[in-house]
């Protein structure tokens, strides 16, 4: 115990000391240089299986390259830059009500059988008798109310870059957009795989066609910082029972 609490005051030390020393100061952007995208664009693209030996048709408008002035410019290959367009506006309304009672009563009597009831009442204490034997009666009921409501609204466009190519055709795309307003930093992460035909001509795709889309819109900065409980707080959060 002795040798954790100075661990500990060392950890809250070192913490302290980093966000010390960006006091007054913006948030300092991502390097561009250090993520994936970075890396996809300077790599070598992926060999193609095949190759077509055309001779060029200088006098014809058509022409399958990029360049030309009806060739596709959607993203094809490794580094290839498209853009994603998020567009949610979803609203969840779920109200549930249940209700139920039940009531039961049963009850046994010998008033007359047999003389019997005449018989025994006189040896059993004062007050007793057999002429209501048995009583049995019971009451239950339950009621239950739950209501979900959410509504999420976003509007964002971003360019991602495919970082890579999965063996049957689909891309890996990451995007990464950082927005600096005076002393807060605004951080939009898209991440996914996406079919080739899914993308338009315009070089879009929207969100919803994007599998295990990964979409992170997020700050860094002075607001976020006063928004945010004191790490003293998120310890104490999670560490009272009460």
Same mark, same amino acid.
């Given at each position: 115990? #002795?040798?954790?609490?100075?661990? /500990?005051?060392?950890?809250?030390? %070192?913490?302290?000391?980093?966000? @010390?020393?960006?006091?007054?100061?913006?948030?300092?952007? *991502?390097?561009?240089?250090?993520?994936?995208?970075?890396?996809?664009? $300077?790599?070598?693209? +992926?060999?193609?299986? &095949?190759?077509?030996?055309?001779?060029?048709? &200088?006098?014809?408008?058509?022409?399958?390259?990029?360049?030309?002035?009806?060739?596709? !410019?959607?993203?094809?290959?490794?580094?290839? @830059?498209? *853009? /994603?367009?998020?567009?949610?506006? =979803?609203?969840?309304?779920?109200?549930?009500?249940?209700?139920?009672?039940?009531?039961?009563?049963? *009850?046994?009597? @010998? =008033?007359?059988?047999?003389?019997?009831?005449?018989?025994?009442?006189? #040896?059993?204490?004062?007050?007793?008798?057999?002429?209501?034997?048995?009583?049995?009666?019971?009451?239950?009921?339950?009621?239950?109310?739950?209501?979900?409501?959410?509504?999420?609204?976003?509007?964002?466009?971003?360019?991602?870059?495919?970082?890579? /190519?999965?063996?049957?055709?689909?891309?890996?795309?990451?995007?990464?957009?950082?927005?600096?307003?005076?002393?807060?930093? !605004?951080? %939009?992460?898209?991440?996914?795989?996406? #079919?080739?035909?899914? @993308?338009?001509?315009?070089?879009? +795709?929207?969100?919803?066609?994007?599998?295990?889309? !990964? +979409?992170?819109?997020?700050? &860094?900065?002075?607001? *976020?910082?006063?928004?945010?409980?004191?790490?003293?707080?998120?310890?104490? =959060? +999670? $560490?009272?029972?009460?």
């Amino acid at each position: 115990m #002795r040798v954790f609490v100075p661990f /500990v005051a060392c950890l809250v030390v %070192l913490s302290a000391c980093g966000r @010390i020393a960006d006091v007054g100061q913006a948030p300092d952007f *991502t390097a561009s240089s250090s993520g994936s995208e970075y890396q996809a664009m $300077i790599s070598a693209p +992926i060999a193609s299986d &095949r190759t077509i030996d055309r001779a060029p048709e &200088r006098a014809s408008l058509w022409s399958g390259t990029r360049n030309s002035l009806l060739g596709d !410019r959607r993203a094809g290959q490794n580094g290839d @830059i498209l *853009t /994603v367009v998020i567009e949610i506006d =979803d609203r969840a309304e779920i109200s549930n009500s249940s209700e139920r009672s039940r009531s039961g009563s049963e *009850t046994l009597a @010998i =008033d007359d059988f047999f003389g019997l009831p005449q018989r025994i009442d006189p #040896r059993l204490p004062e007050g007793a008798s057999l002429g209501s034997a048995v009583g049995v009666s019971s009451n239950g009921s339950s009621s239950g109310d739950g209501s979900v409501s959410r509504r999420e609204k976003l509007t964002l466009r971003v360019a991602a870059t495919v970082v890579g /190519v999965m063996p049957n055709g689909v891309f890996e795309i990451q995007g990464t957009q950082e927005v600096r307003v005076n002393f807060e930093l !605004r951080e %939009l992460i898209v991440t996914g795989f996406v #079919r080739p035909e899914d @993308i338009s001509r315009q070089n879009e +795709i929207t969100y919803d066609k994007i599998a295990s889309a !990964r +979409i992170s819109y997020a700050g &860094r900065g002075q607001i *976020t910082d006063v928004q945010q409980p004191r790490y003293g707080q998120q310890i104490a =959060d +999670i $560490i009272l029972p009460f």
